[in-house]
């Protein structure tokens, strides 16, 4: 039985201290932290695991430092211990980086303001980082020939973080935290609504694969929802004085605009800050900022000419960028919390705080807003909250987050080396499965065919393949090309279909299953496209 139906099995059969709904990162987060802490844990998402905002945003990992302009310094300085905090905590997949950043002349602060903000910023953060630099427009010319100097005045230089691997990579490696310490996860399950009975919430959940309903028994509820929050609360009863609203956004993904391994930053004709953020040999540029009434969205050609245009403004390519080179598209919504008498009002939209906000209600806790960044902070209390609600924390004093120690690391690299596993390739074992990649190279020395690499691009190998069946909840084919991987956004439709060793690998995943998976991918990326093109 694959461990999604066991898990399944699981949540009809018994009862538990938390249902989280919602594994985005805020859900994924809190679960890890819940059930690192000791607490009986179900999860659960009625799509796959960071299947909605979390899938899309920058991939950066970072203290703000255009809030700083809304002089929000204690939501900045917050973030920026977070940032250290992952950084430190993940030291293999949440990196430091450069941010560098052009300086227009039209801008609406002078080079040596913002070179200045740069310090306050980096004195903010601890001064973790690298220090800032200053540039002229002759180095800018020298050295990032990609830039358009046109109306550049120099630059300026300062570090933040980013993440190796795609977000979802990084909210899925919450949930095999939360599940390595017990808690009950499943994708595709949808919560249609809570309700108090004598002993605590019971929720009804639809299996939206085997379309079977039933109730899920928890004390305490924490709704994860994302986007969704508001709705969730109103099929619950809840009644909260915080709310959503939602702000579109897109990011398009080109081959490699430069090979330095550093953020361009920009300010769009809109003012806003605008990234192209290396994505391996690839680069993802954006983003865009737009007021939607509605959390499901998707790419319009709006949205693409916006990027096009601007990025073709501030770069100077041997070619303008065009509709035919973008590879792949990024789009959620930021769900920017509000409180509630205040959300008709037509406050400066771009303005609105990106901070998080967690109301509890009777043994029922609501997430609303927050960033990736925020994540630890968002685990850390919605555990306070839940010990407050009488949730049994048996072990309170343990650390729920990072990786594995160094000492581990290192003993699992020189175990790959002597099997002749190329560094990187290790590096990334590493970061996607921490102590369990000790797994992947067992099943090697079981097994020598299942050192065979399939898909180059991304050094994925065959036992990869077998680990993720049995292990990662890969429910459908979209799970595993958007998700557990990034492969659908380094690589084109066309690519993915005619890519032997990721059939191979689709194969192995859903050895039953195989064509309505491979059929259903690509019909339903095809109509998306469709859909998005009119
Ligand atoms: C364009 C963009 C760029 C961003 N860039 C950054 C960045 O660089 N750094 C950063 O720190 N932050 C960034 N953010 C913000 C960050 O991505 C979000 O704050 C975060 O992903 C929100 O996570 P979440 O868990 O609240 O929501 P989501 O990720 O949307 O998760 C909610 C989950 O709940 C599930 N769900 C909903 N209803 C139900 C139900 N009834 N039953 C079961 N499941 C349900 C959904 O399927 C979904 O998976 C960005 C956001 C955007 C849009």
């Keep these: 039985m694959s461990l999604r139906n066991t898990n399944i099995d699981k949540l009809q059969q018994e009862n538990f201290d938390v249902l989280v709904i919602g594994g985005g990162i805020n859900g994924a987060s809190c679960a890890a932290a819940l059930a690192g802490k000791g607490a009986k844990v179900a999860v659960i998402d009625r799509a796959d695991f960071a299947s909605e905002t979390s899938q899309a945003s920058s991939n950066l990992v970072w203290g703000g430092i255009k809030y700083l302009e809304g002089l929000e310094f204690s939501l900045v300085r917050k973030l920026c211990l977070s940032r250290n905090k992952l950084c430190r905590s993940f030291p293999s997949s949440v990196r430091e980086i450069r941010f560098f950043t052009a300086h227009n002349r039209n801008t609406r602060h002078p080079r040596f303001f913002l070179y200045l903000g740069t310090w306050l910023y980096w004195l903010i953060g601890n001064g973790f980082t690298k220090k800032p630099s200053i540039f002229s427009k002759k180095f800018v010319e020298k050295k990032h020939t990609v830039i358009n100097t046109q109306n550049c005045s120099g630059a300026i230089e300062y570090s933040d973080a980013y993440l190796m691997d795609n977000d979802s990579r990084f909210v899925f490696n919450f949930i095999s935290s939360a599940m390595r310490q017990g808690a009950i996860c499943a994708n595709y399950v949808e919560a249609e609504g809570s309700s108090q009975e004598e002993n605590g919430w019971s929720t009804v959940v639809k299996d939206l694969q085997g379309g079977r309903s039933?109730?899920?028994?928890?004390?305490?509820?924490?709704?994860?929802?994302?986007?969704?929050?508001?709705?969730y609360n109103q099929n619950s009863g809840q009644k909260t004085k915080h709310q959503h609203i939602f702000s579109k956004g897109v990011h398009i993904i080109v081959d490699q605009i430069t090979p330095a391994q550093k953020v361009l930053t920009f300010f769009a004709n809109d003012g806003r800050m605008f990234f192209v953020v290396p994505m391996g040999d690839k680069s993802c540029i954006g983003t865009t900022d737009t007021k939607v009434a509605e959390p499901k969205t998707h790419v319009t050609q709006e949205d693409r000419d916006f990027i096009l245009q601007n990025i073709n403004a501030l770069l100077c390519l041997e070619k303008p960028l065009t509709h035919n080179d973008i590879i792949s598209e990024r789009c959620g919504v930021r769900p920017l919390v509000v409180e509630k008498r205040e959300a008709d009002q037509a406050a400066d939209w771009l303005k609105l705080s990106r901070k998080h906000i967690i109301e509890v209600g009777d043994n029922f806790i609501s997430i609303f807003g927050g960033k990736l960044t925020d994540c630890l902070n968002v685990g850390n209390e919605v555990v306070r909250f839940a010990e407050q609600c009488g949730v049994n924390l048996s072990h309170s004093a343990r650390r729920w987050y990072g990786e594995s120690s160094k000492q581990c690391r290192d003993t699992f690299f020189y175990q790959a080396q002597?099997?002749?596993?190329?560094?990187?390739?290790?590096k990334r074992w590493w970061r996607f499965y921490d102590i369990d990649a000790f797994e992947l190279l067992a099943n090697i020395r079981r097994d020598c065919h299942l050192q065979e690499l399939l898909i180059p691009e991304i050094g994925y190998y065959r036992c990869e393949a077998e680990f993720m069946r049995k292990r990662e909840i890969v429910t459908k084919l979209s799970d595993f090309l958007r998700r557990r991987?990034?492969?659908?956004m380094i690589m084109n439709e066309e690519t993915l279909r005619n890519h032997l060793g990721i059939k191979e690998v689709t194969k192995l995943l859903f050895p039953k299953t195989f064509e309505q998976q491979w059929q259903e991918y690509f019909s339903v990326t095809a109509n998306d496209n469709l859909r998005a093109s009119k």
């Design 418 to 426: 002597v099997l002749k596993i190329p560094g990187k390739h290790a």
């Design 485 to 488: 991987t990034n492969l659908a």
């Design 214 to 231: 039933f109730r899920i028994r928890s004390k305490l509820i924490v709704n994860a929802c994302g986007p969704h929050v508001d709705f």
